[in-house]
């Protein structure tokens, strides 16, 4: 399954949802246009795109992004910070308790499956 892309996972769980391309974008509220486009890989799909897509075909967020896909993108600094409550406490402070930084962080502790989950569920309790 980690060797397919974001828009083969995506093809994949809506055929495995039983759901048509039209039906899919009418869940997810996108044109039937943008879902082949996003199945083919020619578009982006950003995190709240692929919450719906994942809501839509009930399928794990985790389906769709793994966590060498989420390394790739998210420095090891922050990886190693969201393992340390303190950091996440002081990184919120920092900002201000930020919505957008709440978001971004309860974002990423969705996709870091192998993180235990009494950790993942204390950190999330920090960005509420």
Same mark, same amino acid.
Request: hydrophobic share 40%; proline share 2%.
């Given at each position: 399954?980690?060797?397919?892309?974001?828009?083969?996972? *995506?093809?994949? +769980?809506?055929?495995? #949802?039983?759901?048509?391309?039209?039906? !899919?974008?009418?869940? &997810?509220? @996108?044109?039937?246009?943008?879902?082949?486009?996003?199945?083919?890989?020619?578009?982006?799909?950003?995190?709240?795109?692929?919450?719906?897509?994942?809501?839509?075909?009930?399928?794990?967020?985790?389906?769709?992004?793994?966590? *060498?896909?989420? +390394?790739?993108?998210? #420095?090891?600094?922050?990886?190693?910070? !969201?393992?340390?409550? &303190?950091? @996440?406490?002081?990184?919120?402070?920092?900002?201000?308790?930020?919505?957008?930084?709440?978001?971004?962080?309860?974002?990423?502790?969705?996709?870091?499956?192998?993180?235990?989950?009494?950790?993942?569920?204390?950190?999330?309790?920090?960005?509420?």
């Amino acid at each position: 399954m980690s060797d397919l892309t974001i828009s083969e996972k *995506i093809r994949k +769980a809506r055929r495995e #949802s039983d759901l048509t391309q039209t039906e !899919l974008a009418i869940k &997810i509220d @996108v044109s039937l246009s943008s879902i082949q486009r996003i199945e083919k890989g020619e578009v982006d799909v950003g995190i709240n795109l692929l919450k719906k897509i994942s809501a839509a075909t009930k399928m794990p967020i985790s389906f769709f992004i793994d966590e *060498i896909q989420i +390394a790739k993108n998210i #420095s090891k600094e922050v990886l190693d910070a !969201l393992d340390d409550p &303190i950091a @996440v406490r002081t990184l919120l402070m920092t900002y201000k308790n930020s919505q957008e930084i709440k978001l971004a962080i309860r974002q990423i502790l969705e996709c870091l499956t192998n993180m235990p989950i009494e950790k993942r569920k204390a950190l999330l309790t920090l960005c509420q």
